[in-house]
């Protein structure tokens, strides 16, 4: 099933994000996490890249794993930086033959250390968007949008442009950014219907489970805002428990707003781990996301 076709339903289509483990330990925490997930009934699941396609192999091994045991649809990201066209679309013919049919398009993060000029590969999402829907009409595709803007347009109106460029190539919905202001989503999604997206958006979620964790974040994500309120509340707090506590409130409050707002999905940003989004469901009262229902809002 196509994640547009989950979105085009009439509840809010929770999912979850990870990463690919690197070691024997981590990849018997992983596989406990979505054990524990799973039992939230998450609409999808997406596997992410490291900086510059690092675990890009061993994010193609945990896509294709978790299709063959698990339920739900799973989404892999292909991203643009150090990817050659002939190996992406050997990639894309892997997930075919394994009835895999959903694609996060990125450009990807730019790593520190300088990568080999790559002579056929892709400069832009909007390239690879464009190339996955020409030589694979079938496949589903997301991109990625930012409410508080990209780091590198800080024209706000030509960040719009690019995004609509991304969409007109054939991207099926997008997923954003984590944040940590609802004001920046919904004038996100404000932004994109003025600029003619109507495509669903998701809304990325990223509880804050400790103060090391917010920092580092916030720097991967490039300046991700953190609210007065939230630095306030979070400086109240006098242990590690407290601070997860104050993080896992907020995200629950962010998510209430925006299913009052009619999100049409929800995606919670991980890190590998299931208590905090665990705890989010039972804050809202719901057992399954099957329970999160409200018509969506966009045209």
């Known amino acids: 099933m196509h994640i547009r076709e989950i979105l085009d339903s009439k509840t809010v289509a929770c999912s979850f994000e990870f990463f690919p483990p690197k070691t024997d330990e981590s990849s018997l925490e992983l596989y406990n996490t979505v054990k524990e997930l799973d039992t939230l009934k998450p609409a999808y699941v997406s596997i992410t890249y490291g900086a510059g396609g690092s675990t890009r192999s061993l994010t193609h091994d945990l896509v294709v794993k978790l299709s063959r045991e698990m339920r739900f649809p799973v989404v892999s990201h292909l991203t643009c930086v150090g990817s050659e066209r002939d190996e992406t679309e050997k990639i894309l013919n892997r997930y075919v033959e394994c009835g895999i049919f959903n ?30 829907r020409t030589k694979f009409p079938s496949m589903g595709i ?36 984590l944040f940590y202001d609802n004001h ?5 999604r404000e932004r994109c219907t003025t600029a003619g997206i109507t495509v669903p958006i998701v809304a990325g979620i990223m509880p804050v489970t400790s103060r090391k964790n917010m ?13 007065g309120k939230l630095m306030r509340a979070l400086a109240r707090a006098r242990s590690t428990e407290q601070v997860r506590n104050v993080g896992v409130h907020w995200a629950t409050e ?40 409200t018509p969506p809002t966009y045209p």
């Not at 990807?108 to 909007?126: K, M, R, W, Y």
């Not at 409410?147 to 690019?162: A, F, I, L, V, W």
């Not at 919670?268 to 809202?284: D, G, M, W």
């Open 103 to 132: 694609i996060m398009a990125l450009r990807g993060d730019i790593p520190s250390e300088t990568l080999p000029q790559i002579q056929n590969g892709f400069e832009h999402a909007v390239d690879l968007v464009s190339f996955i």
């Open 142 to 177: 997301g991109v990625a949008g930012y409410p508080e803007g990209h780091h590198e347009t800080p024209n706000r109106m030509k960040e719009m442009d690019y995004l609509k460029e991304k969409v007109d190539a054939g991207a099926d919905y997008i997923c954003t950014q």
């Open 184 to 188: 920046d989503f919904f004038d996100f």
């Open 215 to 227: 920092l580092r974040m916030s720097e991967l994500a490039l300046g991700t805002r953190i609210p």
């Open 254 to 293: 962010q998510v209430r707003d925006l299913i009052d707002g009619g999100v049409s999905g929800i995606h919670f940003y991980t890190l590998n781990r299931s208590n905090a989004t665990q705890k989010i469901y039972e804050n809202l009262g719901v057992v399954t996301s099957a329970d999160f229902e």
